[in-house]
T-cell receptor, first 115, second 113 residues
Framework: DAGVTQTPRHEVAEKGQTIILKCEPVSGHNDLFWYRQTKIQGLELLSYFRSKSLMEDGGAFKDRFKAEMLNSSFSTLKIQPTEPKDSAVYLC?????????????FGPGTRLTVL | GDSVTQTEGLVTVTEGLPVKLNCTYQTTYLTIAFFWYVQYLNEAPQVLLKSSTDNKRTEHQGFHATLHKSSSSFHLQKSSAQLSDSALYYCALSHSNTNKVVFGTGTRLQVLP
C-alpha cells in the first residue's frame, strides 16, 4: 500500500510569493491533517479534514494559510503571501476515522525556505 | 484546553544504558489515548507505541510505556539504548471527542557510543 505522498519535497520561495503544497493521503483514510514542524514549536496543527469537510483550520494560521481537499485523495496547502517566518517543514498526515485511538500516518514532508 | 509537556528538549545517553523520556499531560477528558511517535533523521514521524488503558504496560521495539492517569503521565523507557534509537520522539494525546491529536514539543534522543 502506498503511504502518504507529498510534493514537492523542497520548495524555495521569495517573500511575498504564493506557494502550493500537495498531499495524497493513504487510500481509504478519511481524516487528513496538515502540520507545520519547527525545532522550537514542534508539530503545530494547521488544518484538519474529515471526509473532505474542514473540521479545524488552525486558528492563528488562518490569515495566510488555506488548506483544501479537492477530493478524498488529494489535498493542497496554499500559503499566500509567504514570509521568511514560514520557513519550516510542512507535514501531511492521514488516518482512518476510527476515533481517538487511530494513529496518524505521516508523509515525508515539504521543506519550505522563504528568502 | 488539552496540553502535552515534554520537559527535555535533548536527552543524551550512552549506548547500553537505560533511557527515559518524560511526558505529562493535562486534559479534562476521561477517555483518552496516548501515542509515542518517533522521527528518524530525514524520515516521517511514525507511531512507536499507543495506549488507552490505565496502568497497562505497552511494549514495542524494546521500548515500553505505561499510561498512569493518577499522575497524568506516559513516560517512554528502554532498558538498553542503541545507537539506532537516536531520533526525535513526540508524545501525543487524543480523546474521545476528536481524532485530533495534541503533540508535545518533542525530545531529541542522542545515543552515544
Amino acid at each position: 500500500d502506498a503511504g502518504v505522498t507529498q510534493t514537492p519535497r523542497h520548495e524555495v520561495a521569495e517573500k511575498g510569493q504564493t506557494i502550493i503544497l500537495k498531499c495524497e493521503p493513504v487510500s481509504g483514510h478519511n481524516d487528513l491533517f496538515w502540520y507545520r514542524q519547527t525545532k522550537i514549536q514542534g508539530l503545530e496543527l494547521l488544518s484538519y479534514f474529515r471526509s473532505k469537510s474542514l473540521m479545524e483550520d488552525g486558528g492563528a494560521f488562518k490569515d495566510r494559510f488555506k488548506a483544501e481537499m479537492l477530493n478524498s485523495s488529494f489535498s493542497t496547502l496554499k500559503i499566500q503571501p509567504t514570509e521568511p517566518k514560514d520557513s519550516a517543514v510542512y507535514l501531511c498526515a492521514s488516518s482512518w476515522d476510527w476515533g481517538y485511538y487511530a494513529e496518524q500516518f505521516f508523509g515525508p514532508g515539504t521543506r519550505l525556505t522563504v528568502l | 484546553g488539552d496540553s502535552v509537556t515534554q520537559t527535555e528538549g535533548l536527552v543524551t545517553v550512552t549506548e547500553g544504558l537505560p533511557v527515559k523520556l518524560n511526558c505529562t499531560y493535562q486534559t479534562t477528558y476521561l477517555t483518552i489515548a496516548f501515542f509515542w511517535y518517533v522521527q528518524y533523521l530525514n524520515e516521517a514521524p511514525q507511531v512507536l507505541l499507543k495506549s488507552s488503558t490505565d496502568n497497562k504496560r505497552t511494549e514495542h521495539q524494546g521500548f515500553h510505556a505505561t499510561l498512569h492517569k493518577s499522575s497524568s503521565s506516559f513516560h517512554l523507557q528502554k532498558s538498553s539504548a542503541q545507537l539506532s534509537d537516536s531520533a526525535l520522539y513526540y508524545c501525543a494525546l487524543s480523546h474521545s471527542n476528536t481524532n485530533k491529536v495534541v503533540f508535545g514539543t518533542g525530545t531529541r534522543l542522542q545515543v552515544l557510543p
